[in-house]
T-cell receptor, first 118, second 116 residues
Framework: AQSVTQLDSQVPVFEEAPVELRCNYSSSVSVYLFWYVQYPNQGLQLLLKYLSGSTLVESINGFEAEFNKSQTSFHLRKPSVHISDTAEYFCAVSDVWAGGTSYGKLTFGQGTILTVHP | DTGVSQDPRHKITKRGQNVTFRCDPISEHNRLYWYRQTLGQGPEFLTYFQNEAQLEKSRLLSDRFSAERPKGSFSTLEIQRTEQGDSAMYLC??????????????FGEGSRLTVL
């Protein structure tokens, strides 16, 4: 069985400050890792993903996350946040089976509400 | 708009009534997923389809819940004899599975159910 823990339910920061949203997971098999963002009154959108290869993955809007297998973590970071980054962020995992097969079924964390203040 | 669409967006019903939600996935996607999200929690998996076949159901999906995808395109999620604990956002997602690889899940905006 998988589980995902997002250690902070709310993170308030000031604009242009750095931010880190923490995510830890547990699984008995290899995993694919994802961060989704949900803006108010909108659906979940994929922010970035780790499938294989480089453990540092980046999004087009300046976020990055690093897969740390030994610590079973996939923390999300941004060096300088904007007001428009205010949203709820969800970390999610998907089991990986033989040959890299994934059923696509995701287990989500509880979410972290990022609030960027001017 | 060619994304995942869900209908209705909001539904308020009285306890004991039946409700049905519809999801129209991205047209070329063969996988369709239903999730439930309660306040303050992340989405929880309910069930998924590969084309018209329902391949997995979560233990969360009690016998009052039924999901169908009769022609491998749109899907419906019906809740019978609703209870206040069914109040939640019901999310639909779709993806394309090809050659054993499941692509990114695209989510709809959800259907919010309030049971009075």
């Amino acid at each position: 069985a998988q589980s995902v823990t997002q250690l902070d339910s709310q993170v308030p920061v000031f604009e242009e400050a750095p931010v880190e949203l923490r995510c830890n997971y547990s699984s008995s098999v290899s995993v694919y890792l994802f961060w989704y963002v949900q803006y108010p009154n909108q659906g979940l959108q994929l922010l970035l993903k780790y499938l294989s290869g480089s453990t540092l993955v980046e999004s087009i809007n300046g976020f990055e996350a690093e897969f740390n297998k030994s610590q079973t973590s996939f923390h999300l970071r941004k060096p300088s946040v904007h007001i428009s980054d205010t949203a709820e962020y969800f970390c999610a995992v998907s089991d990986v089976w033989a040959g890299g097969t994934s059923y696509g079924k995701l287990t989500f964390g509880q979410g972290t509400i990022l609030t960027v203040h001017p | 708009d060619t994304g995942v669409s869900q209908d209705p967006r909001h539904k308020i019903t009285k306890r004991g009534q039946n409700v049905t939600f519809r999801c129209d996935p991205i047209s070329e996607h063969n996988r369709l997923y239903w999730y439930r999200q309660t306040l303050g929690q992340g989405p929880e998996f309910l069930t998924y389809f590969q084309n018209e076949a329902q391949l997995e159901k979560s233990r969360l999906l009690s016998d009052r819940f039924s999901a169908e995808r009769p022609k491998g395109s749109f899907s419906t999620l019906e809740i019978q004899r609703t209870e206040q604990g069914d109040s939640a956002m019901y999310l639909c997602a779709s993806s394309l599975r090809l050659a054993g690889v499941t692509g990114e899940l695209f989510f709809g905006e959800g259907s919010r159910l309030t049971v009075l």
